[in-house]
């Protein structure tokens, strides 16, 4: 049994259907008690760390994304409405978004009335005609995912800031840019080339620095003048913050609710642990980063600097949930360690968005 699952109940004993309860409101006890539990009830959106996660980084959709590409939407639905029975496997985001829950468990634990927990929300251009099979998968994993939105051919860029989203996660770039674009943090998420294990009772996420977390300052430094500038431009500005990147709010509110457990006590047994990976040189920048972080009221559990060292056999060893970075070089070398990691399309490294086709079909996500 999962910590802070709730308890099979216990069947009655012997004659205790005929035994009379001596009061109804001890009766209708005895009877709540026997009920099967129910999930938690969901948050309101502006009071939880809300989650969006595309159907295709929840679910393994690669044949149903082939019939759509090859033989267009109406085949690609009658497709899934024949197999609405049949639950999809796991995808990449579905170990983090099951880590979040467990998190959730415990937050529930300490506060039962609180809503600052994680919400999941499902997000996907899907017809509302396949949410029967995405409903039928979601029931099958029990995973708690109340909240849909199923756009029909839309983008549903233009709904998460109406979910209040604290992150986007989904395989499709381009929706990744468009959420970029809106100030939303976003990420588009690669399945990892083998499976390796991750903790079932401790949410691990690890970002990048520069272009993730911070702006790409430094690294437009880099581009244009070398890392010899850019060491001395460090130095000299050591004591003056990065600005803000993509998903420092997303550090900031995975830090919130750290606090919540460090302020029972709980510092040592927290659920959540937060890893900076950057590759970064500690001697010659990495006084910034930390000292950015600081400014922030923000810190990580973990800072690795790499000094350019390849990121993925220390992700190998740290097994995150999810890895962010700016750059595919980085993601490709996380996922050959068997890490899921996440491309944040931020800043000076990303090449020029290239335009699709007019007859190109879009992904169903």
Known sequence: MEHGAPREPREPGPGAETAAAPHWEEA???YDNLAPKKKPKSPKPQNAVTIAVSSRALFRMEEEQRIYTEQGVEEYVRYQLEHENEPFSP???FPFVKALEAVNRRLRELYPDSEDVFDIVLVTNNHAQVGVRLINSINHYDLF????CMTGGNSPICYLKAYHTNLYLSA???KVREAIDEGIAAATIFSPSRDVAV???QLRVAF??????FSDESERIVKAHGLDRFFEHEKAHENKPLAQGPLKGFLEALGRLQKKFYSKGLRLECPIRTYLVTARSAASSGARALKTLRSWGLETDEALFLAGA???????????HIFFDDQMFHVAGAQEMGTVAAHVPY???QTPRRTAPPNEAPSAQ
């Open 28 to 30: 209708k006890t005895f």
């Open 91 to 93: 995808g990449p985001a």
């Open 145 to 148: 995912i109340e909240r849909f």
């Open 172 to 174: 499709d770039a381009e």
């Open 199 to 201: 903790s079932q009772s």
């Open 208 to 213: 990048d620095g520069d272009a993730v977390l």
């Open 310 to 320: 390849p990121k993925g056999p220390l992700l190998e060893k740290i097994r995150p």
């Open 347 to 349: 800043g000076v490294a």
